[in-house]
């Protein structure tokens, strides 16, 4: 491997971690205020949440393809279409988290003179903060994947080597793209499982498994 391939391939890897890092940042704020607002409006989440999942079934490289006719070949595209895919895990884990708050504990936060936001600040997102963790590392392994389809608009990533090495039948350029992402997607995925150590109690975390089913 040359020098300059080592250089394309560290400079197509922060490309990719850019569009990654951003995507998941927007989807997460944007999953998790929806997932609030249908929260707050369960029978209308009922019929919400599927339609949506509907939409979450449309292949990246679809939902990409009407993008850029509407946003053309520039890195906006990309990361619009990659934030709202990165949402519907966060949202789903967030309609489903604060569902999950047992009554007790909101009368209790009422008992004690709380209004609606200091409930849902101080209690509800707290008790539901496992299973929207959960929520954001499927989001942000699947982003990184995701990211590969940057590629076929021209806008880079690792995606790049893939799609020159299946063009070609070059294996080693798929290894170049492929193993680098597959790193990027355990060492990010590693890093949000240390967030929930450091933001959420021991004795809470049992909700990962939850939030991944």
Known sequence: ????????????????????????????????????????FPRAARFILP????????????????????????PVTVLAALSIYAAFPVLKNTVAGLAAVEPQ??????????????????????LAMPTIIGGLRLSTVYTVS???????????????????????NNHVLILQGAIPAALLAFLLGSLV???????????MRSGKGAAER
């Not at 504990?105 to 707290?126: F, N, S, T, W």
């Not at 995701?146 to 070609?168: C, E, N, P, R, T």
């Not at 499982?193 to 004795?203: E, F, I, M, N, S």
Request: charged letters at 15%; a positive charge; hydrophobic letters at 50%.
């Open 146 to 168: 995701w990211a590969v389809l940057a590629a076929m608009i021209g806008q880079g990533g690792l995606g790049d080597f893939i799609y020159k090495g299946v063009s070609s």
């Open 105 to 126: 504990y909101k009368e209790a936060a009422r008992g004690c003179g709380m209004d609606q936001l200091q409930r849902l600040r101080l209690v509800e997102l707290p």
């Open 51 to 74: 339609a949506l999942s509907v939409l979450n079934t449309v292949p990246g490289i679809v939902f990409i393809g009407l993008l850029f006719l509407w946003l053309g070949m520039r």
């Open 193 to 203: 499982d240390a967030l929930q150590k450091r933001v959420v109690p021991r004795g």
């Open 1 to 40: 491997m040359t020098m300059q391939t080592v250089h394309d391939i560290l400079r197509a890897v922060a490309v990719h971690l850019g569009y990654t890092v951003v995507s998941v940042s927007v989807g997460f704020v944007l999953g998790v205020a929806l997932g609030i607002v249908l929260s707050r």
